[in-house]
């Protein structure tokens, strides 16, 4: 199953919204095994709707469009349409049905530009849009399918889901592939592509497909399968190697988060966390606390941006700050000390390091940090040298803290 | 100047990456009055990509192509333009010099592949790419201009602006359209939209182009001319009613943000602010810190995810969690007052919210934050209640926050 998609709008060629349509689509058809050929976007006028149908149904089997389906009258997809299928419009009563109520839940008077949102082509079958006014359609011709849909993301997914993908899946069978992502954090793509020469040969051998998906901070790694579910086992075996060889980077499965990770492994362990931040400012607890139910295992923390903070919240020693300075082991170690007793914790987390621009030395250039855990039985502290922005190095450091954490309850 | 852009990358279609180079391309581009007349997105195929080409070339004036230019195998751009433009590869010297200065300064072998990179079409004109090792590219043909540059957005970004941009302006003049855009905060768009009626009437009989661009937890107004620097004042002007309209949600033009706007106020001031954080887990102090230089005014916070911790590091009194509990004006009050004195700053700020999707009652849903800002003189709290996921809540509590530091400070 071929499939081209094309986006219409204006607001999608002048950059004020990002095509992000394009992409769900494109992800979840490709999930099913169909083949995204190309993507148009292009402005709202019924020559470049016309020409891109055209185009589209010519060479591949579904043209799936979005976009141009709303009340105003610059709206003008559904018009060409059905020139193009060589229909008329008629009212579909069940929409306008629906509509109706959707106004009269919302107490606003219908409008005639309103009526016409349930008129469709007389060939055409209706996708219930339960989300919203504008219907999809579904329209055939020659074994080509054209699909039209509302613009508006939550509505087109709502339709995708509820009517596009089961009656593609009818027509074009069960393709669905299988695959499963892996995290990894703490060491860099080009690293791990080299290290791993083999391992991707062997899987490419065994018709997996390996996909490096970028992330701010870590790496994720999808392996499908278009043989389906029946290689589950294989690519779980793939994963496992990967599990072994990079013990302290690998973190999990899916969409599992790094503070998801942590917060699953402090409430098995029935244990608690605080934290003391200087460069990050607030960025480790901030993540900590955007997984529902933190409060079971986080308590709280210090912010101590400044050498008096670190001193008089936290009690580090004021001579480490003329000696080694306030991006160092005495220091971090003192902090993450510091903040375990105060706050009465079983872990406590401290960074200190240089997000930059300015502040950095030759020898302790900008992204030097240091990063301390206090555990129930000791302290351990380490060094990372991050490179980039002042916001990459604080969410690297984020990342790594937490990943240093997870080591430590391990 | 008409123009089409066409995306190379099977990592676009199949949704593993946004296309946001197109979206970033299509704004920068309008904004310099160019017409973006379509986006194209294809695999990186040889027909895929003549296609793309050949087509781009007979409907437009100027086609820029994206991706396709790394060291792999896969990246088949250079060879399929080489071919297109009846021309032949030579090594750019200067490219060469840069790439192995590159990876001499990483320590890093260079491989034949990496040689390639430097290899140019004879009659192209190299566009410097002073961030990666993959050189721009500029070819002329009958009148049309064809640009290609590296997928990766930093890399392409550097080249637009250092190489395209004013190569492009001198060719096409000056169209530089004028905008401005103005941040406002604390107040919902339909809610503006409607009050705000007789100004946008105004606004477009006066030719002025009205656009809400979407931005999580605020709204940012643009408003174009397309005659140019000439409608600054008028511009200047319709803004200057919407200030006087929403002193307290209008807080600055352009792409400075509000952590920016409070970091000016404080400096302007020589003020200092310190955090005292519940439900946002360091959030706000986060946001702080993202500025540059915001050591010269943020000192630090404390995170106070308990109510212990409220009580034992700010003070507050443990009555008030039985009465009126966690969430309310009396214990943001209190934090605020308890970390001012003890971090002796001018300003400090305190929340104190549910952020869910547990944690609601009838009497204090989800959503429900209180804001305390402790100034010099007096301390101001407020209540709030957003709606939405954890995720926003929290991020509309940081906005509002600093939102209400700002009207402290003025």
Redesign the interface.
């Known amino acids: 199953m071929v499939v081209e998609i094309i986006s219409i709008g204006d607001e999608?060629?002048?950059?004020?919204?990002?095509?992000?349509n394009?992409?769900?689509?494109?992800?979840?058809l490709?999930m099913m095994g169909a083949f995204?050929?190309?993507?148009?976007?292009?402005?709202d006028t019924e020559k470049?709707i016309w020409d891109a149908i055209d185009e589209g149904i010519k060479q591949t089997d579904v043209v799936i469009v979005t976009g141009g389906l709303g009340p105003t009258k610059d709206d003008i997809t559904k018009k060409v349409i059905t020139t193009y299928f060589e229909d008329e419009l008629i009212i579909h009563q069940e929409t306008l049905e629906r509509v109706k109520g959707f106004f009269a839940r919302l107490n606003r008077p219908m409008l005639e530009v309103n009526i016409q949102q349930a008129a469709v082509p007389s060939k055409s079958t209706v996708l219930a849009n339960l989300q919203g006014t504008a219907p999809g359609m579904w329209l055939e011709k020659n074994e080509k399918i054209l699909i039209s849909l509302p613009g508006v993301p939550f509505e087109m997914k709502g339709i995708m889901e509820q009517e596009v993908f089961p009656r593609l899946q009818e027509r074009f069978g069960e393709l669905q592939f299988y695959s499963k992502t892996a995290n990894i954090q703490g060491v860099g793509e080009s690293y791990l592509a080299d290290k791993m020469n083999d391992w991707e040969n062997r899987l490419r051998n065994a018709n997996l497909e390996l996909?490096y998906?970028?992330s701010p901070g870590m790496i994720r790694l999808r392996i499908t399968s278009r043989k389906g579910q029946q290689d589950e086992k294989l690519i779980d075996d793939y994963f496992k190697e990967l599990e072994i060889a990079y013990p302290e980077n690998f973190f999990g499965y899916g969409d599992l988060s790094m503070p998801e990770v942590i917060g699953q492994l402090l409430l098995k362990n029935k244990a608690t966390v605080a934290?003391a931040?200087s460069?990050?400012?607030?960025?480790?607890?901030?993540a900590?606390?955007?997984i529902?139910?933190?409060?079971a295992y986080?308590?709280?923390?210090?912010?101590?941006?400044?050498n008096?903070?670190k001193h008089q919240?936290l009690g580090v020693q004021q001579h480490h700050f003329e000696t080694v300075g306030a991006v160092s082991e005495e220091v971090v170690r003192e902090m993450a000390e510091g903040c375990k007793e105060r706050?009465n914790v079983d872990y406590a987390i401290a960074v200190s390091g240089i997000?930059?621009?300015?502040g950095g030395t030759p020898g302790k250039p900008v992204g030097t940090v240091w990063i301390a855990i206090a555990t129930p039985t000791e302290t351990i502290a380490k060094q990372f040298q991050f490179s980039d922005n002042?916001?990459r190095i604080?969410n690297r450091t984020v990342l790594s803290a937490l990943n240093l954490l997870k080591i430590s309850i391990n």
């Open positions: 999608l060629l002048i950059g004020q919204t990002v095509n992000t394009a992409s769900w689509m494109g992800e979840k490709s995204v050929n190309r993507v148009v976007t292009i402005r470049a996909a998906l970028p934290t931040e460069c990050t400012g607030g960025a480790i607890g901030h900590i606390v955007s529902p139910g933190s409060s986080f308590m709280g923390g210090f912010i101590t941006y400044t008096e903070l919240l706050l997000a930059g621009p300015d002042r916001e604080i």
